[in-house]
């Protein structure tokens, strides 16, 4: 269930509905100083489009509410391919929401949920779904302060992804403990 939003969606995101009514495959939504009551009202609108191959909501501030509407819209999705939600400050609570929904997107092959705050406790909701991702080649995880036992989650989320060429966990806080968790599974990348 999504929540109704307690404040109206802002001017830009009720202009925005007429660029996601003409958006085909692509869908851009970056830099649009987005709240989570205007992902709340735009969630409609997106779950529409049935076709999106690629949809980027980058750096705007949705938070956990925000990721919550977009978990229920995303799984509208089957035919996504590429998701980035980057820089959206959704925290663990966020990533709880989207493990889920990530888990259905089985095409996916570019992930990036990186700059969010996801910390150890987001990771370890999100890897059981990344792991399931066999088509993966791309996942940004990075500047989410994830630590070294975030990378033990995330070890274990990429160890079958035979396809992942592209990893990017810079600004985790892993220490070299955390980074020795991860190399054997990098090992099994290349």
């Known amino acids: 269930r999504i929540d109704t939003p307690t404040r109206a969606p802002s001017k830009r995101a009720s202009e925005l509905v007429a660029t996601i009514k003409k958006s085909k495959n692509k869908l851009q939504l970056i830099k649009e100083q987005?709240?989570?009551?205007?992902?709340?009202?735009?969630?409609?609108?997106?779950?529409?489009?049935?076709?999106?191959?690629?949809?980027?909501?980058?750096?705007?501030?949705i938070g956990s509410e925000g990721a919550k509407a977009l978990a229920?819209?995303?799984?509208?999705?089957?035919?996504?391919?590429?998701?980035?939600?980057?820089?959206?400050?959704?925290?663990?609570?966020?990533?709880?929401?989207?493990?889920?929904?990530?888990?259905?997107l089985k095409?996916?092959?570019h992930l990036s949920l990186g700059d969010n705050n996801i910390g150890c406790e987001g990771i370890q909701a999100l890897a059981p779904s990344i792991k399931q991702l066999k088509e993966l080649l791309f996942l940004s995880v990075a500047h989410n302060s994830i630590g070294k036992e975030g990378a033990m989650a995330l070890a274990s989320a990429i160890k079958g992804l035979k396809k992942l060429i592209y990893l990017y966990i810079d600004g985790n806080d892993l220490g070299s403990e955390g980074i020795s968790t991860l190399a054997p599974a990098i090992k099994t990348l290349l």
């Open 34 to 61: 987005l709240q989570d009551e205007d992902i709340i009202f735009l969630s409609q609108f997106i779950k529409e489009k049935k076709s999106l191959t690629i949809f980027y909501i980058n750096d705007n501030n």
């Open 107 to 109: 095409k996916l092959s």
């Open 72 to 104: 229920s819209t995303i799984t509208e999705l089957a035919s996504l391919d590429d998701f980035s939600i980057r820089h959206n400050n959704i925290g663990s609570k966020g990533a709880l929401e989207l493990a889920p929904a990530i888990k259905q």
